[in-house]
């Protein structure tokens, strides 16, 4: 029984930028994911429009170190540049990665965004090569006509990452309550994809 335990793998979701993991489309992903028998985890990440990244990474770092099993990171938007940030910071191996919505490696111009509200999750170059090491999968999604993230940035992490980059053309940024059954579906698939 134990060693069952061990090889069942945990799913930990990531929202991005000043939302939470209330919102519908990670709720919906939880549930179809829990009525599936699988362990999976949305923690509430702090700092609303003025996020911090390493009270984001100690949490992501405790539900990581909480898992018996293999752990697949699935995060949208923000949350890509925490899983990135965290496997560089910790340099702790996971099974998957599943990045949505992604920022590329370029810490001088992502920085800038939003006036600076999360310049701390961009203050220094990723070690992608480290990084490439840390899991056995790498996914990248991304939609053609994100308003927030262009195209461009996932196309370059995943070539940089050696990811499977899965596009979308009419995703936007995967975001918004009226998109959350679509959104879901999508980041369901993915994940199952890893499983």
């Known amino acids: ?17 000043n ?3 209330y919102s519908k489309k990670w709720q919906i992903t939880a ?6 028998g699988v362990e999976c985890s949305a923690p509430v990440l702090p700092g609303g429009e003025r996020p911090h990244s390493q009270e ?5 770092d405790k539900e990581v170190k909480d898992s018996k ?7 949208s938007s923000l949350g890509t540049r925490a899983i990135l940030l965290y496997l560089d910071k910790y340099n702790q191996k996971v ?26 999750f961009f203050d220094y170059a990723l070690d992608i090569e ?6 056995n999968h790498f996914i990248v999604v991304h939609s053609k006509d994100d308003e927030l993230i262009n195209y461009n940035q996932a196309a370059e992490i995943s070539n940089q990452l050696g990811a499977k980059l899965i596009t979308y053309e009419n995703m936007g940024h995967f975001c918004g309550e009226r998109n959350s059954e679509k959104n879901a579906a999508v980041f369901i698939e993915i994940i199952k994809s890893v499983l």
């Open 31 to 36: 549930e179809a994911l829990k009525a599936m």
């Open 95 to 120: 099974d998957s990665v599943i990045l949505i919505a992604s920022f590329n490696n370029n810490f001088q111009e992502n920085r800038k965004r939003r006036n600076g509200a999360y310049a701390d």
């Open 69 to 75: 099993g293999p752990v697949i990171l699935c995060g």
């Open 19 to 21: 939302t939470n993991p």
């Open 1 to 17: 029984m134990e060693n069952e335990e061990r090889n069942v793998k945990k799913v930990i979701l990531i929202h991005g930028y």
């Open 56 to 60: 984001w990474l100690e949490i992501i």
């Open 130 to 135: 480290r990084i490439k090491k840390l899991a």
